[in-house]
Nanobody, 119 residues
């Protein structure tokens, strides 16, 4: 079982920046992939970014160039740096851990942190 706790959400003005953090209860070295997702009101949860144990990253086209995922295996944390935020970025942001146990991949989700972009 992996427990994830997101933090860093809040209210930010359009054009502003915010950095989200996700702390994992498990040794990050045992987690294959860490991800960030978000869900806006009335919309499906969407993938934003992923970071593998070895440091490879992947981004959704919608946030490429504006969001940066960083993973610190020693501190068991993953962060999401966000710049040039717009109202379209308003959502609840979640981190997800993908952990391979034997031949099965288990997904673990945090409780989410609200990001509101508004003037």
């Amino acid at each position: 079982q992996v427990q994830l706790v997101e933090s860093g959400g809040g209210l930010v003005q359009p054009g502003g920046s915010l950095t989200l953090s996700c702390a994992a209860s498990d040794n990050m070295w045992s987690i294959n992939i860490m991800n960030w997702y978000r869900q806006a009101p009335g919309k499906a949860r969407e993938f934003l970014a992923a970071a593998t144990r070895s440091g490879d990253t992947k981004y959704a086209d919608a946030v490429k160039g504006r969001f940066t995922i960083s993973r610190d295996n020693a501190k068991n944390t993953v962060t999401l740096q966000m710049i040039n935020l717009t109202s379209e970025d308003t959502a609840v942001y979640y981190c997800k851990a993908e952990k391979l146990v034997g031949t099965v991949v288990y997904d673990y989700w945090g409780q989410g942190t609200q990001v509101t972009v508004s003037s």
